[in-house]
């Protein structure tokens, strides 16, 4: 999730890059400019759909959390004891 503080940092540093730049009457090709907000606008975007996605970012971990995985099953070691008893099987008693 660290792209989305970059991506807005990115964000505001070409905003206030064009507006200085255009604030300042400097003779600036048209070119330059297009390009600058168009990346401006891909950021922009970029930022909505991070900003966008946090919800969908908590839920999703929530559903991972709180699921139970099947697959993985914990076998004891051989240090361990297992936690049920072994079953004996029944001894013959023999009348004396």
Same mark, same amino acid.
């Given at each position: 999730? *660290? &792209?989305?503080? *970059? ?6 540093l ?6 200085? %730049?255009v ?15 168009? =990346?401006?606008?891909? *950021?922009?975007? *970029?930022?909505? !759909?991070? %900003?966008i996605?946090?919800?969908v970012?908590? %839920? =999703?971990?929530?559903?991972? &959390? ?5 697959? =993985?099953q ?12 072994p !079953? ?5 008693h023999?009348?004396?």
């Amino acid at each position: 999730m *660290l &792209f989305l503080p *970059l991506i807005l940092a990115a964000w505001a540093l070409i905003s206030f890059m064009m507006s200085s %730049v255009v604030a300042s009457g400097a003779d600036v090709s048209t070119g330059a400019v297009t390009i600058a907000r168009i =990346v401006n606008v891909v *950021l922009g975007f *970029l930022g909505i !759909i991070g %900003v966008i996605m946090i919800p969908v970012g908590f %839920v =999703v971990g929530i559903i991972m &959390f709180t699921r139970k995985d099947d697959s =993985v099953q914990v076998q004891p070691t051989q240090d361990e004891p297992p936690s049920t008893p072994p !079953i004996q099987p029944p001894t013959e008693h023999t009348p004396v």
